[in-house]
Structure formats: structure tokens, C-alpha cells
């Protein structure tokens, strides 16, 4: 393929991923943790830890410049370009390295219309920018190894940069970042014998990439977000909070003490790679290994040993690392968002090794099979498969569940009421709408796992929730253990039960209750519960039937036939059901 061919197949790849993405991504709000980066970015405030400045700048910036759509469409637009500027990119990688745009064309549709690859592609969430990223420091590593003496340096430069703007945005890609940045660190010094000057220059681009961290301090001095996590009034703070040391480290996917092993981590990946994408691309990449064994020319054979130490750095690391064993549900779903990592760099080998397979085949059985209309005409039936076999399970178009669920709640609350929450699912669904799309913004969400923050008190007790009485820090589940400046949830409930009607959102833990259920009794309150003084009723039954609002209304439900355990909208519907059930149950154990 000639040049013009292959800019044109990247510019017919690129409109076509945008027209696809765009048709099928979310409306609304997705659920998740669409929510939280949705609500920091419109006050520019900080996120769970890491932080991900970066894309919490950029959330800020498209909720501020795009003119309409909602905020989560607004931010969830952002997902649809980075998801395209994925595709290109990968189409880009097989076409330089393996000198065949067109097979490239097969790996970009092969993997950008791949089931996960398609609903991150749709939603705002960081890791449509994170797949790009990753898959454009492997085409800066096929650049880095393909440049002239004269141009070491600055591609070395750029490389740094484009590093260190991934770290600001996922910290997982460092574990693409560690094996490339020793190429270059080697190439430089070893062969090249440039400077020590040169290398700290170089290095210094890298930081310069990470300056967006400074985001957190700048949100914390100069502004005042509604929502953020954090303190960061001093360096050991911030740096605790980018680290995720509030997680162990930075490849915990929840906070506690499980803990996988590398064979179930690696194990999990094989057969959610091969699920998803087929065993084709594990057969390809094994040919391509064969092949840099055997006999390869020098620039391809370095390129592909950088991208699989790239791919090995990754299955070492994280899968020894990540502390979620035997996914199963919603914890499957958390955890095959960081395969899409892996999967990018097997789809690119196994596109290389495609690249070379179709040579063999020409050389040893037809000239024909290397035909590029032939190959086009298999490109384009590749993509038309997964598109078809992919859209009705990607296609988000209708999906309000997460304002369905708002409206079932926020509107029927007492004026000035107080919510707590536990979990993602209500604490992110209701406070971008309270604060986002001004759904009742007079309710005031309050993240139980906040509150049990040291900073909680200093940084938004004074702001968000100013007029609700924090007692202290709250440490549940500490009745009797209780130490000067602390407080459980009965304390709290004593503080201000009076001043506003105080609900919670979430299962309350059985020792948790334990603190208060002596004197406050929950009440059903459609999809929530209402805490009320046990001292105020007398029969339970007859105060929720006389109580407004307390009734759980029909609302639309996500079909569980295309939302597995896995989902968010699954979720949801089991919150549902167990609120009927919670009702029914207490119904049935008054009379």
C-alpha cells in the first residue's frame, strides 16, 4: 500500500469508529466511577487515588466548552474520540512495523469493536484514554528504534513526554513505560554514548508529562470543589494519595488483604482474551516469536522485543499483584478492565505476526494471498463481524438507568435532607445528579467512606456539608472502643436527626447497626431506607404506609438478559428487588 493509501485507511477508520462510538454511548450517565470523575470535574477536584489529573482537567474543560448534552454525555465524548484515536493508533503500529496497512486495518477492528473495548470506548471513564496511550508508547518505541542518530534525542524526548502524560492518567501504564524507558535509557548511553546532561534532559520531559499531579494542590489552594478526595496541604499527603497508598499500592484493585496469585491472574487473562478476542491472536503472536528466532531483520526483531518485554513486565507485575481471586460478579467486571492493557499489546503482535504469516503463505503457497484488494475485502468482513456481533450488547443509546434510579429517590426526600451512602453505585449516581444536573441539590450526599477519612472534617465538613454536626471522625463499628474526637453512626444520628430527615443508601453492616439500634429504627423509603427514632413510632407497618413517598414506584429496569453479573446495571436491578424485599419482609414480620 502506498502512503495516500494508508492515511486514507486511517482516516476511514477513524470516522468510522467515531460514527459507531458516538451512535451507541451513553446519553446519561454511566454508572460506576463515570459519576465521581464527572462530578470532580466540573468543580476541578481531585478523584479516588490516584487522582487522575488529567482526565479529570479534561472532564473539566469538555463540561465548560461543549455547549450541550448533558455533563456525562459531554465527558463520555471524550471517551468516543480517545476510543477512535485508539483504533488509528493500532492501525498504525501493525501497518509500520509489519509493513501492511491493511492487516492493520484487520487488528484495529478486530480489537476497537471487541466487546470491552467497545463499552469503554462509550463511557466516561478513563481507560478509553488509557488504551490509547498505551498503544501509542509502543508506535513511539517503533519510532524510537527506526530514528536516525540525528534524531535520537528528540524522539527520546517526545517518548518521555508522551510517558509521563500516561502516568497522569493511569498509573498501570508503567508497566509499559518501565521496559521502554530501559531501551532508551541503553540505546542512549550504551550505544549512542550520549551525555549524562542528555539523559537527565530527557528524564526531565518525562516529569514534564506528570506535572498535570499538580492539578491536586492547585484544586486544593485554589478552588472549592463540591466533591474531592483528599488532602493535600502537604508533600506527604499528596504523594500518598498518587501512590494509592490508601490501597497498599498502586495495583491493588480494592482496598484489604486479598490477594491473587500470578497462575489464577494469568490464567483469568487467557481465557478472558480468548473469549473476546478469539485464539487467533495467541496463535499469530506465537508464529511472530517463531519468526524473530529464526531469522527476522534487526529494526523488526528489536521493536518486537520491546513490545513483549512490555507484555511480560505487565503478567509479571500486575498479575502477581492484584488482589482480587476468582472474580466473580461485579468484581469480574472491575477486574477485566485492566486486561484491555494486555490485550493491546497481544492484538498488535498478533497483528505483526499476521503480517508475517500472510508473507509465508505468499511465498510458500500463492502470490494471491498477499493481494491487497483480497486482504481489503477480509479487513472489512473482520470489522463487519464484530460490529454486528457486538452492537446490540454495546448499544447504550437508551441507557438511563442511572437517571431512572436518581428520579425514583431525589425528588420525594424532605427538603434539606441528609443521604448516606456506601458503595459506587449510589454514592456516584446520586451526587452528579444532585450536583451535576441539579437534581434536588438541596440533599446532601454523604460518602460513609469519607466521613472515615482523616482529611474528611478539614476539607469538606466546613463547605459541602457545612450546618450537618461532624462529632469528630467517624470510626464505625467502635462502640465501645470509642477515643477522644471520634464518633460511630449513633453519635451522628444524635447530632443531627433533629435538624434534618437522614437516610442511607446502602446496606448498613450487621455491627455497624449494632451502634445505633437501640434508639433509631430503618424504614423503607423506596429504594433507601429512612432512619427514624425508634422513640417516634409505634408500629412500623403503619408509619410507612402513612408516611409519603415511601412507596416504591415501577421505573424502567435494565434487562438482565444483556446485563450480566458483571454490570452495573445488574446491580441496580438486584438493589431493586432487594428493596421490595426489604419491605415485604417487614411487612410480613409485623403481622
Known amino acids: 500500500t502506498t502512503e495516500l493509501e494508508t492515511k486514507l485507511g486511517a482516516a476511514a477508520l477513524f470516522i468510522l469508529s467515531c460514527v459507531i462510538y458516538f451512535v451507541t454511548m451513553f446519553p446519561g450517565l454511566p454508572m460506576g466511577d463515570s459519576g465521581e470523575f464527572m462530578v470532580t470535574g466540573i468543580d476541578f477536584g481531585v478523584a479516588h487515588p490516584p487522582g487522575y489529573p488529567?482526565?479529570?482537567?479534561?472532564?473539566?474543560?469538555?463540561?465548560?466548552?461543549?455547549?450541550?448534552?448533558?455533563?456525562?454525555?459531554?465527558?463520555?465524548?471524550?471517551?468516543?474520540?480517545?476510543?477512535?484515536?485508539?483504533?488509528?493508533?493500532?492501525?498504525?503500529?501493525?501497518?509500520?512495523?509489519?509493513?501492511?496497512?491493511?492487516?492493520?486495518?484487520?487488528?484495529?477492528?478486530?480489537?476497537?469493536?471487541?466487546?470491552?473495548?467497545?463499552?469503554?470506548?462509550?463511557?466516561?471513564?478513563?481507560?478509553?484514554?488509557?488504551?490509547?496511550?498505551?498503544?501509542?508508547?509502543?508506535?513511539?518505541?517503533?519510532?524510537?528504534?527506526?530514528c536516525t542518530k540525528e534524531n535520537i534525542l528528540f524522539e527520546a524526548k517526545l517518548s518521555a513526554l508522551t510517558c509521563g502524560l500516561s502516568l497522569s492518567n493511569q498509573h498501570t501504564s508503567v508497566l509499559f513505560i518501565i521496559p521502554f524507558a530501559l531501551r532508551v535509557a541503553y540505546k542512549v548511553m550504551i550505544i549512542e554514548r550520549k551525555s549524562l546532561k542528555d539523559v537527565c534532559i530527557i528524564a526531565m520531559w518525562g516529569i514534564g508529562g506528570m506535572a498535570w499531579y499538580l492539578q491536586m494542590p492547585i484544586s486544593h489552594f485554589l478552588s472549592t470543589p463540591r466533591v474531592t478526595w483528599g488532602d493535600f496541604s502537604?508533600?506527604?499527603?499528596?504523594?500518598?494519595?498518587?501512590?494509592?497508598?490508601?490501597?497498599?499500592?498502586?495495583?491493588?484493585?480494592?482496598?484489604?488483604?486479598?490477594?491473587?496469585?500470578?497462575?489464577?491472574?494469568?490464567?483469568?487473562?487467557?481465557?478472558?482474551s480468548s473469549t473476546e478476542l478469539t485464539v487467533l491472536p495467541w496463535a499469530f503472536t506465537i508464529f511472530l516469536v517463531y519468526t524473530i528466532i529464526t531469522s527476522a531483520p534487526h529494526l523488526f526483531r528489536t521493536t518486537v522485543k520491546v513490545f513483549l518485554a512490555m507484555m511480560g513486565c505487565y503478567f509479571i507485575v500486575f498479575c502477581s499483584l492484584a488482589n482480587i481471586e476468582n472474580p466473580e460478579g461485579l468484581s469480574r467486571g472491575v477486574l477485566e478492565r485492566f486486561w484491555m492493557q494486555p490485550s493491546i499489546g497481544l492484538l498488535i503482535l498478533a497483528g505483526i505476526g499476521l503480517c508475517r504469516f500472510i508473507t509465508f503463505l505468499s511465498e510458500t503457497v500463492h502470490p494471491i494471498l498477499k493481494n491487497k484488494y483480497l486482504l481489503l475485502a477480509l479487513a472489512i468482513a473482520i470489522i463487519s463481524v464484530q460490529v454486528k456481533v457486538n452492537y446490540e450488547e454495546n448499544d447504550e443509546s437508551d441507557n438511563w438507568y442511572a437517571y431512572h434510579y436518581a428520579q425514583s429517590i431525589l425528588p420525594h426526600l424532605p427538603e434539606d435532607s441528609v443521604m448516606l451512602t456506601g458503595g459506587d453505585l449510589p454514592t456516584n449516581v446520586f451526587r452528579y445528579h444532585t450536583i451535576c444536573e441539579q437534581m434536588r441539590p438541596d440533599v446532601r450526599v454523604m460518602d460513609m467512606q469519607f466521613m472515615a477519612a482523616d482529611w474528611f472534617r478539614d476539607v469538606l465538613a466546613q463547605t459541602t456539608f457545612a450546618g450537618i454536626t461532624i462529632p469528630g471522625v467517624y470510626r464505625p463499628y467502635q462502640t465501645s472502643k470509642l477515643q477522644q474526637g471520634q464518633y460511630n453512626l449513633k453519635l451522628f444520628l444524635d447530632a443531627n436527626i433533629d435538624k434534618f430527615a437522614i437516610f442511607v443508601c446502602n446496606s448498613v453492616r450487621r455491627d455497624e447497626?449494632?451502634?445505633?439500634?437501640?434508639?433509631?429504627?430503618?424504614?423503607?423509603?423506596?429504594?433507601?431506607?429512612?432512619?427514624?427514632?425508634?422513640?417516634?413510632?409505634?408500629?412500623?407497618?403503619?408509619?410507612?404506609?402513612?408516611t409519603p413517598n415511601t412507596v416504591l414506584d415501577e421505573w424502567p429496569m435494565p434487562d438482565i438478559r444483556k446485563y450480566e453479573d458483571r454490570t452495573w446495571e445488574h446491580t441496580l436491578k438486584v438493589a431493586y428487588l432487594n428493596s421490595l424485599s426489604e419491605k415485604g419482609t417487614l411487612m410480613w414480620q409485623e403481622l
Open 54 to 146: 488529567l482526565f479529570t482537567t479534561m472532564s473539566y474543560l469538555a463540561i465548560k466548552l461543549i455547549p450541550f448534552g448533558t455533563p456525562a454525555w459531554r465527558v463520555s465524548l471524550l471517551s468516543v474520540l480517545f476510543g477512535a484515536m485508539f483504533n488509528v493508533t493500532v492501525y498504525y503500529v501493525v501497518s509500520l512495523v509489519g509493513k501492511n496497512s491493511v492487516v492493520g486495518l484487520m487488528a484495529a477492528g478486530w480489537i476497537g469493536f471487541s466487546r470491552l473495548f467497545w463499552m469503554w470506548s462509550i463511557q466516561g471513564e478513563i481507560f478509553s484514554l488509557n488504551n490509547f496511550f498505551c498503544a501509542y508508547i509502543m508506535l513511539r518505541a517503533y519510532y524510537f528504534e527506526s
Open 513 to 546: 447497626a449494632s451502634d445505633f439500634d437501640k434508639y433509631y429504627t430503618l424504614i423503607p423509603y423506596r429504594t433507601c431506607k429512612r432512619f427514624v427514632k425508634k422513640s417516634d413510632i409505634v408500629n412500623p407497618v403503619e408509619f410507612v404506609e402513612k
Open 234 to 272: 502537604t508533600i506527604s499527603t499528596f504523594l500518598k494519595h498518587m501512590l494509592r497508598l490508601d490501597y497498599g499500592s498502586s495495583f491493588k484493585l480494592v482496598a484489604g488483604d486479598t490477594q491473587g496469585t500470578f497462575v489464577s491472574n494469568f490464567v483469568a487473562f487467557v481465557k478472558d
